[in-house]
């Protein structure tokens, strides 16, 4: 996994927990629903799907909301919608350092979609974004980082922009397009995200009420500071646990 391909999305790691603004929830809990078409989600057995430093941990179970999978790591959580512009804002800022410590094997990131701040615009979004995780994972933090900025740039993308957006990173599976087009997970992202909405997420300890929200080892981080050099961002970070 290249630097430049996770710089951005995972300053929202660390950050988006940290403030007091964010996008809530609101709604009670519900099942969640499975895939349609016959497409299978993978690499998302947590709901999530895990950065290391050598790429996507890959996985063909069923996805159901967990721990992030436990590493040597520090093992860190983040749940964000798409179309959240306090996950895109948070994710612009601190890239660079938090990359560094995903390259150097200090960290792994385990990032959960769910869709809730704009309706069918975050489904869509995040039924793309399982879709690239599933069927492209080695482009899935590109796109992932791509996904927030142009939402947050154009206020969502329809089912053609979806497509090219993945194809513009290197997504070019036929079942990437077929996933988009017919909302394949749509109804699993929407069942996965009532469910957690309002709830423990398993084995953490940690509520689900708004994104971003972040967390480590099953502690819900707050209010470090991740503006300095990895090293200092990793003691701040191991402070905090």
Not at 43 to 49: I, K, Y
Not at 99 to 113: H, V
Not at 118 to 140: D, I, T, W
Not at 201 to 217: D, M, Y
Request: aromatic share 6%; with cysteine; charged share 20%.
């Amino acid at each position: 996994m290249k630097s430049s391909r996770i710089k951005t999305t995972l300053a929202a790691l660390f950050v988006g927990a940290l403030v007091l603004t964010g996008c809530s929830m609101g709604g009670p809990p519900e099942p969640p629903e499975t895939a349609t078409e016959g497409l299978v989600p993978m690499n998302l057995e947590t709901a999530g799907v895990t950065y290391m430093s050598d790429g996507v941990l890959e996985s063909d179970a069923a996805p159901a909301f967990a721990a992030p999978p436990e590493t040597d790591a520090i093992d860190v959580g983040m749940v964000f919608d798409p179309m959240c512009p306090h996950c895109a804002n948070f994710e612009a800022q601190f890239g660079e350092t938090i990359a560094s410590l995903i390259d150097s094997g200090d960290i792994t990131l385990t990032a959960y979609p769910v869709a809730f701040v704009a309706g069918e615009l975050s489904e869509k979004s995040a039924n793309a974004f399982y879709a690239v995780v599933s069927y492209s994972p080695e482009h899935a933090q590109e796109f992932q980082t791509e996904l927030l900025a142009a939402n947050l740039a154009q206020g969502g993308l329809d089912d053609d922009a979806l497509i090219e957006l993945a194809a513009s990173v290197g997504a070019t599976d036929e079942k990437i397009e077929q996933a988009i087009t017919e909302g394949s997970f749509i109804d699993l992202i929407k069942g996965l995200t009532e469910q957690a909405l309002g709830q423990e997420i398993p084995g953490t300890g940690v509520t689900l009420s708004g994104t971003p929200l972040i967390f480590a080892e099953g502690v819900e981080l707050e209010s470090p500071t991740f503006s300095g050099t990895p090293e200092e961002a990793l003691a701040t970070l191991e402070s905090q646990l």
